[in-house]
């Protein structure tokens, strides 16, 4: 459940044609951030968490079954989330996945990388993708 602040923020974005598309360009949390404070809301890092931990449920929820508990496990152990990081190609994340013995391939990440796109707001599985040139 998101924060009261990360509530109103996120209506703001879904009423605003100019915010949505301002959203989809970013490429740092940074940028997400500075627009927070243009637009007059006190963002704490309980606010980011709860905005993220609302993305990263709606965008697994679109992700494909086969693919689904790579993003899971990815999510809750702190060691691949770290080595995930690292990753900045889809190369590397098929291999990373290979380790912990996940058959991930380049058209389920594609898929991933659609799921995150499609999402309104901000989300760091958009940027993620983004980094890896998906989006």
Request: hydrophobic share 40%.
């Amino acid at each position: 459940m998101q924060t009261q602040t990360a509530q109103a923020f996120s209506q703001a974005i879904a009423d605003s044609a100019e915010l949505q598309a301002r959203i989809r360009s970013m490429t740092s949390v940074g940028e997400l951030m500075a627009l927070t404070r243009e637009l007059g809301f006190q963002f704490t890092g309980d606010d980011l968490k709860s905005l993220a931990q609302q993305a990263y449920q709606q965008w697994l929820s679109d992700l494909q079954p086969r693919s689904r508990p790579f993003f899971e496990r990815l999510h809750a152990d702190e060691p691949l989330t770290k080595r995930h990081q690292d990753c900045h190609s889809p190369d590397d994340v098929i291999a990373l996945a290979a380790e912990y013995d996940f058959d991930l391939t380049e058209a389920d990440l594609q898929q991933a990388a659609q799921a995150a796109a499609s999402q309104d707001g901000f989300s760091f599985e958009k940027l993620w993708f983004k980094n890896l040139g998906m989006i």
